[in-house]
């Protein structure tokens, strides 16, 4: 049996508890990747595989106007000197920070395929090209020559590469990051150039600054796929303690588009942005699972219709579908809202930290400051060696004959030095310098040359030394800096941060989009913040568009379909209820705040029916009117006017405090529906239409036309003659002018001083006769001098006419031909333009 060895005897083997071996080898492994591998940096906001990557880029001189050049040579060159690791994982970090979907700033510029939103893979490195983005080429790596940073030897000693990069701007916010290391992670949502770099100067200015005003400059996250954050206590709570959940929605507005099958129109939903990280294709993919499934209801069509300009995902509806419920369940049972979960870890001198937003701006001051002063002092040190140098060079040439009879009698060079440092009071340096002279600084310009040099030098030290001994003068420069930045890099917010409810109600089961439902509608509790003022506008083919108050107004037509026009405007807020009239005689409230917003992307505005609960949009045949409640409801009226020419004057109170089912306001009978209201006070004049050219005028008082409740049917206020109506209804002051206009293209303006008043239920009095027997009054409206008037046709062309060209005729005239119809085609509808 062979002789068993002793090991332990020896010396060589050192006994230790497993448990100790285990605990200390884990964790110098987990500070290895925590420190080496998984967080970023607090100063420059990045990993050492990005560090790296953007090191080995400026080293082979990849700046923003050199060519591109292929990522596989850059690939090499970071593993072989500086990461010894996978070259997919390289590559991947590389193809990252060109992405613009996932960096808010990217740092790198590429050529090819670098992946999409629908996680398509990039190209292999052989086929793709990239170099320094602008940003990071004067905002990362400008400083690192100039002894701002430390270098380390490379994995094998054979490189020096820099512990940190000088950055000038806090990347870590502006990119944001995300890392899994071993027992912690972090995620940082990336931010806003234009508001960190306020931020910064504002916390320069006042290190005091307190959280509200510092949350006001920096108000939440930007992603670089827009979206919106629902509410503002995740971000909050993110800011302050280092940890939260943001709540993101994508983007989404309503549009009118042709139906896929048939001629008829549907509402979509066009989904223009997407929550940050959420992949499109596979949403999309979800969404229609979700159809097949018969989880989803409401929903007849899905398409992508994305291209270079900008994402589009069409939802097309199906008929008395209530989009704010699909909207609801899109939220509820997909990625569209999803919650990023904040966790602001990075690490402070080696060690994870989680932070604060200000102790991340606070922890970059510190670094950018420390940064400037190795500069400074470099620079200082530069400029002092070489005034050294020039000083020397200048008493040379002052003493230019002595300096020759020196070289000429020295037998040697060590000689020369040596004679001149004695003679001439100069330095070993200075003397070398003067024997290094080529004899064309010899010449009066050369002197002249380097006298400014001299000059200039003394004057860049005096700048260097008090900006190193003073730290105001260092602080200015960095905000000067900072400032510089911005006006290059700085862009808009892409994201958008609204204050209403974070929180979803989860949708009754049984209950589908086209059912009436009130606990699936969307919440818009009260905001934090004032309500934001708005200007609605609505257009002739039932579109209302919301604009804000503040920032450049868009041109009113801007957007609009080619034979649509805005009706009306009015100046409200988001907690206010706008009222919607049908021609049945019912008026339904909407809040202003949940009618979409009106951008770039969807100009045309929200069909307006669409804003109503399924069960109104069933009974809304027509929209009347659409109107806020006036300042003063207890002392203005509306009055309502039937086809068949009934009359009602009711209180404006009557409206106030609906439900969202609606009330009735006016009863009518089974052949008739509302045509036409007025907002009125007591004292006006009234002026009603009929189709056979006829025009009443009659007093507003308790005489002619008294307030009536919701339940009265009204009063018959014209005397019309057999297949005539009602086709307009204006109040009048002294001096203004009618427009009268027939379905065959006659038309005249007279004064409305000229119609006397007379009694409610008259027959009115004929003020426009007609060229054809065929021919009938289309409308009436009160006009203004310089505006335009829009004419509707029955084969749905519009035609604007200038009110100046339409003659102001007396009550005989038959009117001026102001348009040709065509054949089949008569006029319907007669409006003023809002301009």
């Known amino acids: 049996m062979a002789q068993q060895l002793n090991l332990l005897s020896t010396g060589q083997v050192i006994p230790t508890a497993l448990h100790t071996e285990m605990q200390r080898s884990y964790l110098e492994y987990a500070m290895s990747v925590i420190v080496g591998r998984a967080l970023p940096d607090v100063r420059d906001g990045l990993k050492p595989v990005h560090r790296r990557i953007l090191y080995a880029m400026h080293e082979l001189g990849l700046t923003p106007d050199r060519p591109y050049r292929k990522c596989a040579r850059v690939v090499g060159d970071v593993l072989g000197k500086y990461h010894p690791h996978g070259d997919q994982s390289v590559y991947d970090a590389l193809v990252r920070l060109v992405q613009e979907f996932s960096s808010r700033y990217p740092l790198l510029a590429g050529h090819g395929n670098f992946g999409s939103v629908d996680n398509d893979p990039p190209a292999a490195m052989r086929y793709t090209e990239t170099r320094l983005a602008s940003v990071s080429h004067e905002g990362m790596l400008a400083e690192i020559g100039d002894e701002t940073v430390e270098f380390i030897g490379n994995f094998d000693n054979s490189q020096q590469e820099p512990t940190v990069l000088p950055a000038q701007l806090p990347f870590l916010l502006l990119n944001g990051c995300a890392g899994i290391a071993v027992g912690m992670a972090t995620n940082i949502p990336p931010h806003n150039l234009g508001e960190v770099v306020d931020g910064l100067i504002a916390l320069i200015d006042n290190p005091d600054l307190t959280d509200e005003k510092l949350f006001a400059l920096i108000p939440g996250p930007d992603f670089p796929t827009g979206g919106e954050i629902v509410g503002n206590s995740g971000i909050r709570e993110a800011y302050t303690s280092g940890k939260g959940g943001i709540v993101l929605r994508g983007v989404a507005s309503l549009e009118e588009i042709p139906a896929t099958r048939g ?222 930045l911005k006006r290059k890099y700085s862009d808009s917010r892409r994201t958008k941060i609204s204050a209403i409810s974070e929180t979803l109600i989860q949708p009754e089961k049984g209950k589908t989009p086209t059912e009436e439902n009130p606990k699936s509608k969307i919440q818009n509790l009260q905001s934090e913040q004032p309500p934001e003022e708005a200007i609605l506008e609505f257009t002739q083919r039932g579109y209302v568009r919301r604009l804000s108050t503040t920032g450049k107004k868009p041109k009113t037509e801007n957007g609009l379909h080619e034979n649509d026009f805005i009706l ?268």
Not at 462 to 479: A, H, I, N, P, Y
Not at 632 to 661: D, H, W, Y
Not at 687 to 692: F, V, Y
């Open 263 to 484: 001629s008829k129109r549907r509402t979509a939903i066009i989904i223009t942005e997407l929550p940050y990280q959420v992949n499109k294709a596979g949403w999309i993919e979800k969404v229609a699972d979700l159809v097949n499934q018969g989880r989803l209801h409401g929903i007849s069509d899905l398409r992508d219709e994305s291209d270079r300009e900008g994402m589009r995902v069409v939802i097309e509806l199906k008929r008395d579908t209530n989009p704010q419920d699909v909207l609801q369940h899109l939220y509820h049972q997909t990625a569209l809202q999803s919650t990023f979960g904040a966790i602001l870890l990075a690490l402070v001198d080696g060690q994870p930290r989680q932070l604060s937003l200000r102790q991340i701006l606070l922890e970059f001051l510190n670094f950018r400051e420390h940064t400037l002063n190795r500069r400074y002092s470099y620079e200082l040190g530069k400029a002092e060696n070489r005034v050294n140098l020039v000083s020397g060079l200048l008493k040379a040439l002052s003493q230019l004959d002595e300096v020759i009879a020196i070289l000429r009698q020295a037998p040697d060079g060590s000689t020369a030095k040596i004679t001149l440092c004695s003679q001439l009071d100069l330095s070993e340096v200075q003397a070398d310098a003067i024997l290094a002279m080529p004899l064309r600084r010899l010449t009066s310009l050369e002197q002249q040359n380097l006298q400014q040099e001299f000059d200039n030098l003394n004057e860049q030290i005096t700048s260097l030394r008090r900006l190193l001994e003073d730290r105001r003068e260092l602080l200015k420069s960095l905000k000067k800096d900072l400032r510089t």
């Open 568 to 835: 009306q405007t009015e100046l409200t807020n988001t907690e206010q209820d706008l009222l919607i009239l049908n021609t049945g005689g019912k008026v339904y409230p909407v809040k202003v705040g949940e009618i979409p917003a009106t951008t770039g992307r969807s100009p045309r505005g929200t069909p307006l029916i669409t804003m109503l609960t399924s069960t109104a949009q069933a009974n809304v045949e027509g929209i009347v009117s659409r109107f806020v409640l006036p300042a003063s409801p207890e002392t203005t009226q509306m009055v309502l006017l039937t086809k068949q020419g009934r009359i009602k004057r009711i209180a404006m109170e009557e409206f106030a405090n609906l439900s969202r089912r609606g009330i009735t306001i006016l009863k009518l009978k089974d052949d008739d529906e509302l045509s036409f209201t007025e907002f009125t006070t007591s004292g006006q004049h009234l002026i009603l239409a009929s189709s056979g050219g006829r025009l009443l005028r009659f007093a507003v008082n308790e005489e002619q036309l008294p307030l009536m409740g919701r339940a009265a049917m009204g009063l018959q206020a014209f005397r019309l003659v057999k297949n005539q109506q009602m086709v307009g209804c204006v109040t009048v002051s002294k001096d203004d002018q009618l427009l009268l206009v027939t379905q065959e293209g006659y038309a005249k303006q007279i004064p409305a001083s000229n119609l006397r008043a007379a009694n409610r239920g008259d027959l009115g009095i004929q003020l426009l006769k007609f060229h054809n027997k065929t021919d009938y009054l289309a409308g009436m409206v009160r006009v203004n001098p310089g505006r335009e008037v829009a004419l509707v046709t029955n084969k749905d062309r519009v035609i604007k006419i200038p009110v100046d060209t339409v003659p102001i005729l007396d009550r005989d005239a038959k009117g001026d031909n102001i348009l040709q119809v065509n054949r089949d085609e008569k006029i319907i509808t007669v409006v003023e333009v809002k301009v």
